[in-house]
């Protein structure tokens, strides 16, 4: 297998960063499209397997998405070239309005791009959603883990850490009695 | 030395704060006022300005608050701050993740927890989307996004630049 470059885990990343609107998750579909779907560098269940061990790391979702690829793929130097990538963008354009104290959000412009640009954000991340949903919800069974996250969520406001942690446990004493475990993704 | 006490801080910020984004605020508000490094106004500018830009909120005010203190070394004090546990911790965690990933009841725990992250990008994508499309305006823009990503198949890049457009054109009519 050819070794991937630390350059090109650069611009892919700085590609990302400038383009990560609204928060960390924001970033999932543009990995999902460069790194799953084009490069295949990336499993879809690598990917969350990713997601979830994120969910119990201190820091920002964005950055420990691109050190834990970046180290997944290429170890400790693949880690500085996705975070610095993703950060130069950001880095980059507060430095110009800390500098030129641009007013950004009293711009009528700005806020209507904005508007478009948010709308659109939500939708992209529901797609990337959908589509590793397809893998990863293989069964009756595995749906069920799909909704009790949703429901424990958003009904129950339990944190995201604690139903991650008791979806591996029923995974633990579901799948492992029998040999359906290498049969299920059939 | 102020370089040291910026990189302090922010490392701490990076070790202290889960979930990441508005999870971390209040603790960013707690030192940046406790510093005397931002007013409050500042402080929510940032945040307003980071719904604008792209990049992390934590980022975003860690590049203000550095550049503003000790410009480009006060940047680098804070993003390499703000970074830093996340890289021993991702370390240390993606080489045990990687050792043990072999175990079947790691593979069998995995197989609970890969439909619970769906469960989970559903619930953000719930969650936003109460947030960032509301109005008809909203609405159609989602729409014809999702059709373009969907349908025509287009990169997730060009959708955003299309919507943003869109976004001007509607709010200027």
Not at chain 1, 44 to 68: K, T
Not at chain 2, 138 to 160: M, N, Q
Request: hydrophobic share 55%.
């Amino acid at each position: 297998m050819q070794k991937i470059r630390l350059r090109d885990l650069f611009l892919i990343f700085l590609r990302i960063g400038g383009f990560t609107f609204g928060g960390g998750y924001a970033m999932l579909p543009l990995i999902e499209k460069e790194l799953v779907e084009e490069r295949k560098w990336l499993s879809g269940q690598d990917f969350l397997d990713i997601i979830a061990v994120i969910q119990g790391i201190p820091g920002i979702i964005a950055i420990n998405s691109s050190l834990f690829i970046g180290y997944k793929l290429r170890g400790i130097l693949g880690a500085l070239s996705c975070v610095l990538g993703i950060s130069l963008p950001p880095i980059f354009i507060i430095t110009l309005i800390a500098e030129f104290l641009l007013n950004l959000q009293h711009n009528a412009l700005i806020v209507s791009l904005f508007t478009g640009i948010r709308a659109c954000v939500v939708v992209i991340i529901f797609w990337a959603g959908y589509r590793m949903g397809k893998k990863a919800i293989i069964s009756y069974k595995s749906l069920f883990y799909t909704v009790g996250m949703v429901i424990g969520m958003m009904v129950f406001k339990l944190h995201p850490i604690i139903l991650i942690g008791l979806a591996g446990i029923i995974g633990i004493f579901t799948n492992t009695e029998s040999e359906e475990l290498n049969h299920d993704h059939n | 030395m102020i370089i040291i006490e910026l990189f302090i801080t922010f490392f701490k910020i990076g070790f202290f704060t889960f979930g990441g984004g508005y999870a971390m605020l209040p603790l960013i508000q707690e030192e940046m006022l406790a510093h005397e490094w931002l007013t409050i106004e500042q402080f929510l500018d940032i945040v307003a300005v980071s719904q604008m830009t792209p990049g992390a909120i934590a980022i975003n005010n860690a590049t203000f608050v550095g550049y503003k203190i000790a410009g480009i070394w006060g940047i680098l004090a804070t993003t390499f701050g703000v970074i830093s546990p996340s890289l021993i911790i991702i370390a240390i965690v993606a080489t045990l993740m990687h050792k043990f990933s072999d175990h079947p009841y790691v593979e069998a725990a995995w197989q609970g927890i890969r439909p619970a992250v769906v469960g989970l990008i559903m619930v953000a994508v719930i969650s936003l989307g109460r947030e960032a499309i509301n109005g008809i305006n909203g609405v159609i823009i989602g729409a014809i996004a999702l059709f373009l990503i969907a349908k025509v198949k287009l990169h997730p890049i060009l959708v955003i630049i299309i919507s943003g457009a869109l976004g001007v054109v509607v709010g200027l009519v």
